[in-house]
Structure formats: structure tokens, C-alpha cells
């Protein structure tokens, strides 16, 4: 009998990723969406998904959909405010907070292996050396305030009950089926059209990890049933990159005409010349790390995109 996962947030980028993966391995993926949701990335593998439409604050509709499924593991990924237009702060706090608070409370009545709940490197805040799970976090906005108290409160409900609950903070993951307007879709875009590609700061750096190497880890969770109790792991790739950098390379990759114009659009408050997470603790306690060079990821990404223009 298939063992059952839960994805949240399946049809964002990292949803539909991590949707793909698990259908290869031949788990029965059970998917929350919404009515509004978009469905574009799911939808040539909709059909192998089993759908459930439900508002995560939909509270009773959600805990009977979850006594229904009762999933051997549940993966939350679902989020807004993750992006530059998503401000909306009574929203980000539904979504991020009360929305993981209502989905790990639906889980308690069922005995499940292990929840991951995704935090993001925004629950730190600005550091000026490699960021580590044992930081203070001074999270810079609403939506990483949101993110800190969802990763706290997954930790208290771990401990209080002895639930195999963790979290992973992803840093920047890149790569198919990324949103339009996003760093790298925008740079690899325009230059397989020979685009010329406006960005804002050249020196403003991220610590930039595949999203294929970031659900590898997710898989190794499940696979290995690993005890993640109370945890937080960073999900990076340990080393961060400039936006010249990444450009550069892309260029370099794709043999284009484009032209890179830096200035031409304005910066955001988030960008730094320092972000980059350790990642020690995942590799002693999970023993995992990034397989690839990180060039080499994107030439792979650049790849995919080429064979996927048509999507965007």
C-alpha cells in the first residue's frame, strides 16, 4: 500500500516541484488548494494528484479532510507575502501563522511519521556572517515575523506533544517552473529571447540553492524517517552569490545578445551585500548537502527553461 503525503502550498514552485518528485517515488500525494488557486505548473500531473479544496483557516472543513487522508507524512509549504507585491499584512499573518497553527492543530488527532514545516531565511533578519539556527532572529518584516511565530509554535507543539514536527528555513531556491518576475526566470527569459535584462543592485548577493537540491532534502526526511522533533534545519547552499554573478553566468550560458542595464530598476529593501546560511547542522544531523556546483545547477535550470519557453 502507497504510503500518503500532504502537500500545502502544491501548486506554488516549490509545491509543484516537490509534487513531481514524491509522484515518482510512488507515494499518493494528496494536495490542499483553494477555488482560486492557479493550477498552471500541476497540470499535467493533476490527474495522479488527489485534490482537496479547503482554506487552511477553514478550521473544521480542514480537520475532517485530514481524518480522511490521514497521511503518513504532511509537507507545509503554502505562504504569501513572499514576494515584493504581496503586503497585505492581515493576510500574511493568516496565511503564515494562523494558517500553520489550524493546520498543525487538524494533524493532532491523527497519529502521522513526520510534519516539515517550511520556514525562510527572512526569519533571521540582516547578519553580517553566515546565518545559523541558533541566531537570535530579528526579522526585518511582516512576513518574517509571521514565519518566526509559525516555526516556534511548530517547535512548542513538537515538544508539548511529542510530535516528530521540524522545520526547514529554505534561503533562495532557483529553478523550474519559478515564478514570472523573479530573479532568475527574468534574467534566463529575456536572455533566450535576446532581451536586454534590467535589474536593480549588482553587488546585492543571496545565498542561491536549485530547487531540485533543496527537495532532495525534503525526500531524504521522508525516506530515512528522520527524527526531526523540535528542529530547524537551513536549507543553502552555504555559499551566497551576486546578482552580477548569477547575470554574468547566464549570459555566458545561454550565448546571448542581451544586455545587462543595472540601476534600471529600483533595489529592494531586503537587498545586502550579506546573506549566506550555515549549513553544519543539516549535514551532521541529516547528512545532507548540496550535490551540485552551484554553476552547474544552472546550467540545468537555463536548460529547462530553454525546453519550457512556451510557459512563460
Known sequence: MKEKILITGATGFIGANLARRLLKEDYEVNILTRETSNMWRLKDIYLNLVDWKV?????????????????????????????????????????????????????KEINYKIFINTGSSSEYGKKDKPMREIDICEPTNIYGIAKVGATLYCNYIANRDNKNIGTLRLFSPFGDYEDKGRLFPDIIVNALKNKDIELANPNSVRDFISIQETIDLYLKIIKENLNIKGEIFNCAYGEQHSVEYVANKIIEITNTASKLKFGAILGRDSDTTSWVGDISKAKDKLGWSPKSKFEDSLVEVCNWFKENINLY
Open 55 to 107: 482554506d487552511l483557516n477553514e478550521r473544521e472543513k480542514l480537520k475532517n479532510i485530514i481524518k480522511k487522508i490521514r497521511p503518513d507524512y504532511i509537507i507545509h509549504l503554502a505562504i504569501y507575502g513572499g514576494r515584493p507585491n504581496e503586503k497585505d499584512t492581515k493576510k500574511i499573518m493568516e496565511s503564515n501563522l494562523q494558517g500553520t497553527i489550524n493546520l498543525v492543530d487538524a494533524c
